[in-house]
C-alpha cells in the first residue's frame, strides 16, 4: 500500500469503520443485560459494544444496523463484525450478517519534508482550502479527503478503502512536493 | 486484641450493622409469627440460622472477638478416647478413663486443629458430630462454601438418601451452594481428588439467605455456626463422600440442576437446540421471497466466527451492589462515584456509603 514513486511512503491505517445489518430487530435492553462489555446508551437509543480481541468498538442500533469502529485493516473490521453478530447470535437474536460495507478509513502519512501551505493553496485552488484557524489545509480529490499539516506531524488522509487512500497519498504527492519548504525551517 | 486494621475496624462495623438488621427484622416480625400462630421459639431459631449463616459467609474474627469466654467448639469425648487439649495442634493425649470429658476450646484457638477417629464434637449450638477418621479442622478462608462438610458427618447426621444417584456435575451445583443452608463454609485442607475439583469449581454466594427457604428444603436441622473441614485420610471414604455431597444436594430441589432442564418440555419451535446452527436455512427463504439481497450471509456458527476468548475471566464472586453518582469512561479509563452499597470482596462483605474507584478496561 505504499506510494509507488520516490521512497516508500509509509501509511499507516489507524481506523476502519464498516457497518453492517443483522436483518433482526435487536432488543437493546437484553445486550445491555445480558451481554458482556456493553455500555447502554438510552438516550442516543443505541448499545456499544467493546471487543478486545480485534479491538473494535461497535454501535449498536434497535433496528439491526451496526457500525463498527477502531480496527487497523479492512479485514480485521470485518472479522471483527463478525465475531460481534456471533456475540448477539448468541444472546438470541436471529442474525444474519449481511451488507458488510467499509466505510471510511483513516490513514496516516508523513511526508519526508515540510510543506508550504500557502503555496499550496495557491497553486491548487480548486481542490484545495486552507483553514486559517487550524493552520491547516485540506485537499479534496475525486475520492478522498486529505488533512494536511503544515511541517514534520503527519498528514491524515480519509478516504472509503484502504486503496482509496494509498491512492490518494500517492496523488497528493507531487503536489505537496512541489511546495515543500527547504530543509531548514 | 483491638481491631487495628482497616479491614478489621470494617468487619466490625459491617457484623454490627447486618446484626442490627437482622434484630429489626425478627423483632417486627415478632407479631406477624404471633399471628400466624407460630411459636416464638421458630423465630428464634430463624433468628440463630441466620445469625449463624452470616457469620460463617464472613470472617468469624469480629464474633470470636466480642464472645471472647463462650467458645464455639465443645468437645466431647467418650470415655475411651483422648482429650485434646485447647492450645495445640494435637499429638497424643493423655486417655481419660471416667466419663465423657467435655471440653471447650477457646475462641483464640490457633487452628487448624487435627482431631484424632473416634471424637464426637458438639457446635455451639448443641450439634453433635460423631467423627469417624481423622478430622482437621481449620478455619474457613470464608472464600469457599460447602460441598466438603457434608462428608464425614453425613454419615452420622444425615441420612443419606435412599436412590438419587450422583448424576449431577459439580458446576450445577454450584449457584445453590448456599442454600445447603444450615452447612457451614468450609475448605477442605488437603483436597484429594474427587474433592478437588467440585471445590474448585465452587462459587460462594452472596452471605444471609433467609431461613424460610431453607427450611423447606432440608429435612433435617443442622444450624452449624462452625466452620469444620474434613480430610478424611482413607482414601476410600472420599468416594462415599462425594456421593453423598452429590445426594444431599440433589435432594435439594434445586432450579438450576441442568439435568432438570431437560424435563421442560418444548412446545412449539424447531426441534434443535439452543446453539444456533444458523445460515444455510433462513436465507434460501429469504431468498426466495425477496430475489436478490445478499445470498452471502452464511454466519456459520463456531466456523468462521471464532468466540470470544476469554469471555468469562468474569467469574468472580467479588461483587458490589450499590447506587452511583457518577460513572466516567475516557476511551478505556473508567472512574466510578459509588454511594450506598455492599461490596462482597474476598468473601467479605464492606458496607459503604461512598466509594470511587478507577479502572482499567
Redesign the interface.
Known sequence: MDSSNDEALDIIVTNVVATFRTRCHLNLRTIALEGTNVIYKPEVGKVLMKLRKPKITASIWSSGKIICTGATSEDEAKLGARRLARCLQKLGFKVRFSAFKVVNVLAVCSMPFAVHLIDFTKNNRPIASFNVTCCSLLVFLLLFCAHIRSSVPPSVALGPNVQNVATAVEEVYPLLFECKKPLCK | KQPNTNSERYEKSTAKLYLSIIDDVIDSMRELFLDEGLEDRVLDDLRHLWESKMMQSKAMEDFRKNNINSSNFVLQLPATSVVIPASQNIHSFPVKASTLATFSLPAALAYPVQIPAGVTLQTASGQLYKVNVPVVVTQAPASQQPVSHLAQKATERREAPASQPAAVQPHPILPHEAEPSSVPASSVTQPKTSLAPSQESCLPQLPPEPEGMLAETEPSPQPEPVNLSVTASPCAQLSDFHNSAEEALTQLDLDYNYSDLSDIVQLDGPADNSD?E??DE??LE?NDFLGI??A????N?GD????????DL?DTDNVIVCQYDKIH?SKNRWKFHLKDGVMCYGGRDYVFSKAVGEAE?
Not at chain 2, 304 to 311: F, M, Y
Open positions: 444456533l444458523e445460515g433462513v436465507p429469504e439481497i445478499n452471502e450471509d452464511p454466519l456458527s468462521d466466527v471464532i468466540e470470544q476468548d476469554i469471555p468474569f469512561r478496561w
